[in-house]
Each structure stands twice: as structure tokens, then as C-alpha cells.
């Protein structure tokens, strides 16, 4: 079946400008997950979706970021005024609930300029 | 919070050859571990998840261990293949907080023909 995707798979932006990055998770699965994977760092969270739970936003590193989950499903990330140290790889993980498999899409590749 | 160390961070064998990789976490409260792989400019594929009650999974030729009280898990890959050269990624789910994985920064596979 299909996997988790994500979209776009590469965006380039000036500073301060906003971008939208989309998550389509795997069909059936309630928990959703966004990470990010910076150079020469590890993979870190940043927040979670568990069915119509308030997310946990415990991971997110500033105010300018956002994410929202419509009607379970697919998930946007947004970021705001975008800085140089926002250039990552965004990636989003789904499963079936909480605590089980995750399965990560390809990633989005953000530069900010 | 909980860290997780994975050693060593690069590893080159001839093909043919079995190997095991490393991975260490802080916090033994741990509600399961996953390994995943992770090929250049891709999202990541999970290989095993090991519950927290269980000493080991085996899938083809990988084989993962857990012993949870020590904070430790080992990847055990028999009979390299070329294929196998990656980046190997070890999680941990803990049981507090978020259901969010902890990562490791990774160890750097390749096998050479």
C-alpha cells in the first residue's frame, strides 16, 4: 500500500519568508509525527498528533511553527519568517497508534537563503 | 532527558563479513526500540522495533537485541552485502513525555565488495 509522503520533496526560500510543508500519512493510521534532521545533528521532534488530541508541542523550537492536522489526516507544517538555521530536512512519520511502528515519508529538503 | 549514543559512528568491512552495531540510551524506561536505515538523500526505513519485554528480533539476516536494564541494544548483520552500506539509526520510544523517538546520530555503514 502507500507509503507515508510528503511534499514538496525540495523547497528553496528567502529569509523571512513563510513556508507550508505537507504531510499525507499512511490511510488508517491515527498518530502522526514531525521531525527534523540538520546537518551534522541528529533527528529531533518536534511535535505529535495522536487521533483528536491536542498535539504535543513539546518539541517545537520557536513560535514560528506551527502544525496543524485536518480531519486526522494530512498534517501542515509551517514555518514563519524562515532563518537560515530553519534549513533542514523536515521529516513526517505516521503509525498506527501511539507507541507502535513509525514509517517515515522521504523528507522535504528546506534551504533558506 | 533521555540521550541516545550510537558507536561507531562510521564503520567500512569487507563484503561477507558480519558485524554489530552499537547503540546506548540513559533512561532504561523505555517503551520500545526501534532500528531503522537510512540510504543518502532518503526518509528512513525501519528495519526492527523491540518491545521493551523482549531480548531480541530477527528478520532475515539482521538480528536486534535489547537489554533494557544495562541501556543498551546491538544490530547484528550477517553475511554483509554492498546493499547493506547505509546509515543505521537506533530510537528509543521512552515511557515518559511524548511518544516521539529519541534518536541516535547514527552509524555510517559500508560494505565493500
Known amino acids: 500500500g502507500a507509503g507515508v509522503s510528503q511534499s514538496p520533496s525540495n523547497k528553496v526560500t528567502e529569509k523571512g519568508k513563510d513556508v507550508e510543508l505537507r504531510c499525507d500519512p499512511i490511510s488508517g493510521h491515527t498518530a502522526l509525527y514531525w521531525y527534523r534532521q540538520s546537518l551534522g545533528q541528529g533527528l529531533e521532534f518536534l511535535i505529535y498528533f495522536q487521533g483528536n488530541s491536542a498535539p504535543d508541542k513539546s518539541g517545537l523550537p520557536s513560535d514560528r511553527f506551527s502544525a496543524e492536522r485536518t480531519g486526522g489526516s494530512v498534517s501542515t507544517l509551517t514555518i514563519q519568517r524562515t532563518q537560515q538555521e530553519d534549513s533542514a530536512v523536515y521529516l513526517c512519520?505516521?503509525?498506527?497508534?501511539?507507541?507502535?511502528?513509525?514509517?517515515f515519508g522521504p523528507g522535504t529538503r528546506l534551504l533558506v537563503l | 532527558k533521555q540521550e541516545v549514543t550510537q558507536i561507531p559512528a562510521a564503520l567500512s568491512v569487507p563484503e561477507g563479513e558480519n558485524l554489530v552495531l552499537n547503540c546506548s540510551f540513559t533512561d532504561s524506561a523505555i517503551y520500545n526500540l526501534q532500528w531503522f536505515r537510512q540510504d543518502p538523500g532518503k526518509g528512513l526505513t525501519s528495519l526492527l522495533l523491540i518491545q521493551s519485554s523482549q531480548r531480541e528480533q530477527t528478520s532475515g539476516r539482521l538480528n536486534a537485541s535489547l537489554d533494557k536494564s544495562s541501556g543498551r541494544s546491538t544490530l547484528y548483520i550477517a553475511a554483509s552485502q554492498p546493499g547493506d552500506s547505509a546509515t543505521y539509526l537506533c530510537a528509543v520510544n521512552s515511557i515518559t513525555g511524548a511518544n516521539n523517538l529519541f534518536f541516535g546520530t547514527g552509524t555510517r555503514l559500508t560494505v565493500i565488495p
Open positions: 512519520a505516521s503509525s498506527f497508534a501511539g507507541r507502535e511502528t513509525q514509517y
